[in-house]
């Protein structure tokens, strides 16, 4: 509406222009005191001014006319340009709209896909933790089932040892025979408890039948008046020795380290050997241990 107020304003101005042309033209021009001026202004009649004039006012009204169609076009060219410019900016904003909704879906979908996965990942390491220590379950139990079959095989072995060794001497002691044939067959127990606790570094289970044997036969009626109490006593003394230098090893290798631990276990070893080679060829000789109470 105010575009349209001040084209009519505008056409009123020029209207009134051209009337103020032609009231000017109309008007008879002062004399003056030049004579070619005034041949001239009676040369050019009155009508062809009017003509003139009249051209005049109907050109500027063509170029006004011209102008309003021209402004009413740019206007509505403006007006397209503003609607075109609302909608870019209204699909614009909705597919953004579109575009956002469909990333926030996106989002939502992956953080689902990762919580699934995670708690399958974590279901997966709880049967693998269960399963493993069902397994460990399994080997302990038969590890001690293992052992205690072991433990209880070795006790048999040692009651049927002790047994046959009880059988042995028995039937020695109720045969009548002569006292040299006597004291060799109780030699025969002396040497057999040598030759266990030689082997007792190879089998760790031999030196504690002939420590067993040796407290069997020590107090025996029968072997008083032989050489064989010291060699018991002898032997019985090397197995306790032993079994300290031992235990005092294993002490310093959980105390102190590999080296003093290992000094001592070689010592220990050696002086067991010592005592059994000692005490054994004494035996042989048919000779008692002077000392069997002294450590060398």
Not at 53 to 71: F, G, I, P, W
Not at 177 to 183: C, F, M, Q, R
Not at 235 to 240: G, Q
């Amino acid at each position: 509406m105010n575009k349209e107020t001040d084209q009519t304003e505008s056409k009123e101005e020029e209207k009134s222009k051209r009337r103020d042309q032609k009231d000017v033209s109309k008007t008879p021009k002062a004399t003056t005191s030049r004579e070619p001026s005034e041949n001239k202004a009676a040369i050019i009649p009155d009508t062809t001014l009017e003509q003139v004039d009249s051209v005049r006012e109907k050109a500027s009204e063509t170029v006004s006319e011209a102008l309003e169609t021209t402004s009413e076009s740019v206007t509505k060219v403006q007006e397209q340009l503003a609607d075109v410019g609302q909608k870019v900016s209204e699909a614009v904003e909705g597919k953004l709209e579109t575009t956002r909704e469909a990333a926030t879906e996106a989002a939502e979908k992956l953080s689902e896909a990762a919580k699934k996965q995670i708690e399958k990942t974590e279901k997966d390491i709880e049967g693998v933790a269960k399963r493993s220590l069902e397994t460990v379950e399994k080997s302990a139990k038969t590890a001690i089932a293992a052992a205690t079959e072991a433990t209880a095989a070795m006790e048999k072995t040692a009651k049927d040892f002790a047994e046959t060794v009880k059988d042995y001497t028995s039937s020695y002691e109720s045969e009548t025979v002569s006292g040299k044939l006597a004291e060799e067959r109780q030699m025969r127990v002396g040497h057999i408890a040598y030759l266990l606790y030689a082997l007792w570094p190879v089998t760790l289970v031999s030196g504690v039948f002939g420590l067993f044997l040796c407290y069997l036969r020590r107090g025996d009626p029968a072997v008083n008046d032989t050489v064989l109490p010291s060699h018991f006593r002898w032997l019985i003394r090397t197995f306790w020795l032993s079994a300290g230098g031992l235990v005092i090893a294993a002490i310093l290798e959980w105390a102190v380290g590999g080296l003093l631990a290992g000094l001592m276990a070689v010592i220990t070893l050696v002086w067991f050997a010592y005592r059994v080679v000692k005490g054994w060829l004494a035996l042989y000789d048919g000779k008692a241990i002077a000392k069997s109470d002294a450590l060398l």
